[in-house]
C-alpha cells in the first residue's frame, strides 16, 4: 500500500519569510501532485511532477522531485496572507488512483 | 469551460434514508473518480471508471454504497442506507487520458446524516 506523509500537518508562517514542506512517500511512484484547498472549497491543482529532479514554479510556489529519496517539497518564498490554505500532496503508483497525504495546514501571520 | 460540476451542494438527512450524489465530469475527459473527505480519514478515493466503466472499487467502504456511470457525462454515488459515519465531504473529480494531467475536483457535496 502506497502511504503519503506530509510535514509539518500545521505550519504558521510569518508574511515575508521562506518555508518548506515535505512530503515522503512509500512505494516508487511516475507522479506527484501538489494541490491546494481553502477552507470549505475544492482542490485546486498547483504542480504535477513527473521525472526526478523536476522543478516547478509558480508565484511565490516552487515544487521539486527527488524520486530517489521519495521526496518532494514544497517551497514558499516571502508568505503573503492568500497563501494561507491547506496544501496536499498525492502520488500515483503506476495507476490512476491518487494516494493522498494528511495536508499541511498554512496560516500566514502579518 | 465549466469545471466538474456536483449536486447537491449540501444534503441533510436522516440514518437511514436513501442518498444520491450527482457528478458531471469535464466534457472530453474520459477518467472519473469519487472521494470523500473526512477530518479523521483525510482524502480516500472510493471508485474510480475509466470510459464509463468502472475500474476499481476496492475502496467503497461498505455495499451500503453504490457508483454508477451510464454516460460520459452522469455518475451517481449512492447510499442506502445511510448511516451518520457516512458523514464527510464527498468529491467528485476527472481527469484526461494517461494519467499525467492532474485530476480536476468538484466543490463537494457536504453530507450530514443525522
Known amino acids: 500500500e502506497l502511504k503519503v506523509e506530509q510535514n509539518p500537518l500545521f505550519l504558521s508562517m510569518q508574511e515575508g519569510k521562506n518555508y518548506t514542506i515535505y512530503c515522503n512517500y512509500s512505494?516508487?511512484?511516475?507522479?506527484l501532485y501538489w494541490y491546494r484547498q481553502d477552507p470549505g472549497k475544492s482542490l485546486e491543482s498547483l504542480f504535477v511532477?513527473?521525472?526526478?529532479?523536476a522543478v516547478k514554479q509558480e508565484g511565490r510556489l516552487m515544487a521539486s522531485l527527488d524520486t530517489k529519496a521519495r521526496l518532494s517539497t514544497l517551497h514558499i518564498t516571502a508568505a503573503v496572507h492568500d497563501l494561507s490554505a491547506t496544501y496536499f500532496c498525492a502520488v500515483t503508483a503506476n495507476d490512476y488512483k491518487l494516494s493522498f497525504g494528511a495536508g499541511t495546514t498554512v496560516t500566514v501571520r502579518a | 469551460d465549466a469545471g466538474v460540476i456536483q449536486s447537491p451542494r449540501h444534503e441533510v438527512t436522516e440514518m437511514g434514508q436513501e442518498v444520491t450524489l450527482r457528478c458531471k465530469p469535464i466534457s472530453g475527459h474520459d477518467y472519473l473518480f469519487w472521494y470523500r473527505q473526512t477530518m479523521m480519514r483525510g482524502l480516500e478515493l472510493l471508485i474510480y471508471?475509466?470510459?464509463?466503466?468502472?475500474?476499481?472499487d476496492s475502496g467503497m467502504p461498505e455495499d451500503r454504497f453504490s457508483a454508477k456511470m451510464p454516460n460520459a457525462s452522469f455518475s451517481t454515488l449512492k447510499i442506502q442506507p445511510s448511516e451518520p459515519r457516512d458523514s464527510a465531504v464527498y468529491f467528485c473529480?476527472?481527469?484526461f487520458g494517461r494519467g499525467i494531467q492532474p485530476q480536476h475536483f468538484g466543490d463537494g457535496t457536504r453530507l450530514s446524516i443525522l
Open positions: 471508471f475509466n470510459n464509463n466503466v468502472p475500474i476499481d
Open positions: 512505494t516508487t511512484s511516475d507522479r
Open positions: 473529480a476527472s481527469s
Open positions: 511532477l513527473l521525472s526526478n529532479g
